[in-house]
């Protein structure tokens, strides 16, 4: 799969025939934990402040690789539980669902992590998120005014983001 | 689902955005220029030519992994093979050899004989000190160090002072793990 | 044989010179080359009328002595090339390949960063390219 | 050496960190002074460029024949396209606009200040935000290109440059007499 050939930007992003509003919400984490980006298309109930919000999240997602690490039953060496990996070290899990809701996860080997929550229904985004790393690499990595590690503010991501997402399948 | 292999260096170079490299090499030469008069010392050239690569890398990292489709940087010698053979030849159409390794396979060289930064260039012999391509290994140390790889760059050999290649030399100092950033005070 | 060659600026400050002679004649090549400068100007500023050479870089033969032929050619950026000859047989393609030649070289060296515009062009790599050119003036009209 | 080619991103990371090591390192405190340094890193390679690009062309026989080759050649080598649009005044003065600027393509201002601006607050709407100010900064460069072409093509002039509606940009030639 090809993104970006031509100097327009116009990819052909895989498969977006849904009918719109299946996600939720997404965070996108750098490698020391930041948020760097918070986006909410339908999240009625909100219990905690933003801040406890992404923290957990970050602590979940930490918790379950080092989780899904541990118990993988094809590895020989594994470290202790807790124990930092390396990028692309061990197994990776990239989605899990409840009954009410899917979360999807990438995670880059510098430490960007793309978290995209949606509709349990919703099929296989591994492809999708890659998309989205993309569109970070495009809209906020090559933005002219952005700086590394700093809260992503760019008109031109949010707009292709949402959408991109408001077309998931 | 399996995974998408990485793509060589050739691939991976034929689908980016090309531009005319007489654009970049010349605006890189007028950056040097302007730092030797601004800056004064040659040294702080170095350094700062040094600082600029390592802020170049961090951004670029990521559109080399988004487009190469490497998924893993775990193994030293894998990735100085992935600099040398798609990192380099991604961005700046041209591959390295990869060579003396030493025996714990921490340190390793990258042997360039050509780079389109130098086009034109001829130093001066009031510049005898500059390693006019310091931006180069800046670029390689900070993308490195983005996927948790702590390492020194230098250049042993360049052709601008009478070399016979351009060679760096890549040392790894540590691989950092990524560690959970919060405190457990909650 | 090309005895001499010279680079000159827009307000005519020499940029390069370079003669090919054993003959201790240095003095009056550069005569020539300045007298040349003249002639330059004089061509430039009452083009002749015709047609297709109107602007053209290759200025042709400016004018001939009794032992030299000399020949000039003026960039958009308004430097003059001047090159002076013993052969009083000339091909014009060979002067003219010559002077492509030369300008792609001169065009390289003012690309070097620590070139600074408007003064003397002293890269070693210029001077041995231009060396090279100078050698393989006549020999073929291919390249 | 004919034809080699570099990943755009390549040049652009350069002339983005270029500037950001001018505006927040070197000369953090004095924008005007970074400006300056920008424009004079663009003026060198405007020179150069110049210099390439019209090899094997015949001379130019007027300041107008000048523009337009740095609307069509010149503008085509570096951004793969041409000025959309050229006006003057006649006196000296000419309008490059191209409606398309590719350095400006990925440029993206911060729509939280973009709300800020719109909103009933005089003293918010009469200042610039500040990325915008940190945007006009990318734009010495482009200027300093065109200045340099042109002086080395024997027009000495001041260029500026106004970008109101990314990523559309305008540059003001004024031809010095």
Redesign the interface.
């Known amino acids: 799969m090809q993104f970006f050939g031509g100097s327009d930007i116009s990819p052909s992003p895989p498969v977006a025939t849904g009918s719109g509003s299946n996600g939720h919400m997404m965070y996108v984490f750098n490698r020391n934990g930041i948020c760097l980006l918070y986006r909410e298309w339908n999240r009625p109930l909100r219990t905690l402040s933003s801040q406890q919000d992404h923290k957990l999240m970050f602590g979940l997602l930490f918790s379950l690789k080092s989780f899904t690490a541990k118990m993988d039953p094809t590895s020989v060496d594994k470290g202790n539980l807790g124990v930092p990996q390396l990028p692309g070290q061990g197994c990776s899990f990239h989605s899990f669902r409840t009954n009410t809701f899917k979360l999807s996860f990438m995670e880059s080997p510098s430490g960007i992590k793309i978290i995209l929550v949606t509709n349990p229904k919703t099929g296989d985004l591994r492809e999708s998120l890659k998309y989205i790393y993309n569109l970070y690499v495009e809209y906020v990595v090559k933005n002219p005014l952005y700086s590394p590690g700093t809260p992503i503010k760019c008109e031109l991501f949010n707009t292709s983001l949402d959408q991109y997402v408001k077309n998931l399948a | 689902m399996a995974p998408l292999a990485p793509r060589t260096g050739d691939a991976v170079f034929a689908n980016v955005e090309r531009v005319n490299a007489e654009l970049f090499t010349l605006t890189y030469g007028a950056i040097v220029r302007q730092l030797l008069t601004d800056l004064e010392e040659v040294e702080e050239v170095n350094k700062q030519l040094d600082q600029m690569g390592y802020n170049i890398g961090i951004r670029l990292i990521d559109e080399f992994l988004a487009k190469s489709n490497v998924s893993r940087c775990v193994d030293f010698k894998e990735t100085a093979d992935v600099i040398a053979k798609v990192g380099l030849k991604m961005f700046l159409g041209v591959t390295a050899s990869v060579t003396n390794w030493d025996v714990d396979g921490t340190s390793c060289s990258l042997v360039l004989e050509d780079n389109p930064l130098v086009d034109f260039v001829e130093l001066p012999d009031t510049c005898q000190g500059l390693y006019y391509c310091n931006i180069l290994s800046g670029v390689i140390r900070g993308a490195l160090e983005m996927v948790s790889m702590k390492t020194e760059v230098t250049w042993v050999r360049d052709m601008l002072r009478g070399d016979d290649a351009y060679e760096l030399r890549l040392k790894l100092l540590k691989q950092v793990p990524e560690e959970y950033p919060y405190k457990d005070d909650e | 044989m090309i005895v001499c060659i010279a680079v000159v600026g827009?307000q005519n400050n020499p940029l390069y010179l370079q003669s090919f002679t054993e003959a201790d004649d240095a003095l009056k090549l550069h005569h020539i080359v300045h007298c040349s400068l003249d002639v330059i100007d004089e061509r430039v500023n009452n083009p002749k009328k015709t047609g297709p050479t109107?602007?053209?870089?290759f200025l042709g033969l400016l004018y001939p002595t009794e032992n030299y032929k000399v020949y000039g050619y003026?960039?958009?950026?308004?430097v003059k090339f001047i090159l002076v000859t013993t052969d009083l047989d000339v091909r014009d393609a060979d002067v003219r390949n010559f002077f492509?030649r030369f300008?792609?070289a001169y065009?390289?060296?003012?690309?070097?960063?620590?070139h600074v515009?408007g003064k003397k062009i002293t890269?070693?790599?210029f001077a041995e390219r231009v060396s090279t050119i100078v050698k393989s003036f006549g020999l073929s009209t291919a390249v | 050496m004919v034809g080699r080619e570099v990943s755009e991103s390549c040049v652009d990371s350069m002339i983005i960190e270029m500037v950001s090591s001018y505006c927040d390192r070197f000369c953090s405190a004095k924008p005007e002074l970074a400006a300056r340094r920008i424009e004079a890193i663009g003026y060198q390679v405007g020179l150069q460029l110049s210099e390439r690009y019209t090899m094997e062309r015949p001379r130019f026989s007027d300041h107008l024949e000048a523009i337009k080759f740095i609307c069509k050649d010149f503008w085509s080598e570096l951004f793969k396209k041409q000025i959309d649009n050229l006006k003057t005044n006649h006196r000296g003065t000419f309008v490059l606009q191209d409606n398309r600027f590719r350095w400006l393509t990925r440029m993206s201002i911060d729509p939280s200040e973009t709300n800020a601006n719109t909103s009933d607050d005089p003293s918010v709407a009469t200042t610039e935000s500040k990325s915008a100010q940190s945007a006009s900064m990318h734009l010495y460069f482009p200027c300093g290109i065109i200045r340099g072409a042109l002086t080395n093509l024997g027009i000495p002039c001041a260029v500026s440059a106004d970008m109101s509606n990314l990523p559309a940009c305008s540059f003001v030639v004024r031809i010095k007499a």
């Open positions: 827009h109107l602007n053209e870089t003026l960039t958009n950026t308004k492509r300008h792609s065009v390289d060296a003012v690309s070097n960063p620590f515009p890269s070693r790599t």
